[in-house]
């Protein structure tokens, strides 16, 4: 079965301070990975994707994330965090076969202090 | 701007009565899929459909039901609404095939009284 865990609800940085989100997977098959970043009162945005082109993944807003087989992992990164990124964050895995809908995680809100 | 359209994008009604929520996706997009995200639930998926033909189902209620039209716009029908029925509801869209991302809209939030 497909299922994801994120380690920590709440998240919080200096502005500036390296951003480290936590995602580990449960997957039956090769996984393909998400990371989406939820601002309030909005929709769910795709920061990036995970389909075993290549294990370090960069995304959108300086966003990274690395997927370690070894450690079912695929942490999500950034060098210096803003204000901006003061957001609920989530990360999923897709479904196999025909039936490709998402298992998202709890999700972590970051919040970024000045 | 995702290109993902949803309507209405609120929703108060009361208990017992039915509701119809709307879905455009993507341009060129074959997938919609729907989930439901709550407080207590979390995101949870509810049903997707490819093409007009439905897919996969996920945690979705007997009383709730959905469909894919030819013009490849969805709908979601929640009926005999209860409180635990007040939640987020997302659409997303996808060309539909493996490790395919999803792109979701901006939801409707229901409020049932």
């Known amino acids: 079965a497909q299922s994801v865990t994120q380690l920590g609800s709440h998240v919080s940085v200096s502005e500036g301070a390296l951003v480290l989100l936590r995602c580990n997977y449960s997957s039956s098959v090769p996984p393909y990975l998400f990371w989406y970043v939820q601002y309030p009162n909005q929709g769910l945005q795709l920061l990036l994707k995970y389909t075993s082109a290549a294990t370090l993944v960069k995304g959108i807003n300086g966003f990274e994330a690395e997927f370690k087989k070894s450690e079912t992992s695929f942490h999500l990164t950034k060098p210096s965090a803003h204000m901006s990124d003061a957001a609920e964050y989530f990360c999923a895995v897709s479904g196999v076969r025909r039936a490709n809908n998402l298992f998202f995680g709890t999700g972590t809100r970051l919040t970024v202090i000045p | 701007d995702s290109g993902v359209t949803q309507t209405p994008k609120h929703l108060i009604t009361a208990t017992g009565q039915r509701v119809t929520l709307r879905c455009s996706p993507r341009s060129g997009d074959l997938s919609v899929y729907w989930y439901q995200q709550s407080l207590d639930q979390g995101l949870q998926f509810l049903i997707q459909y490819y093409n007009g033909e439905e897919r996969a189902k996920g945690n979705i209620l007997e009383r709730f039901s959905a469909q894919q039209f030819p013009d490849l716009h969805s709908e979601l029908n929640l009926s005999s609404l209860e409180l635990g029925d007040s939640a987020l509801y997302f659409c997303?869209?996808?060309?539909?095939?493996?490790?395919?991302?999803?792109?979701f809209g901006p939801g409707t939030r229901l409020l049932v009284l």
């Open positions: 997303a869209s996808s060309v539909g095939t493996s490790g395919a991302p999803q792109y």
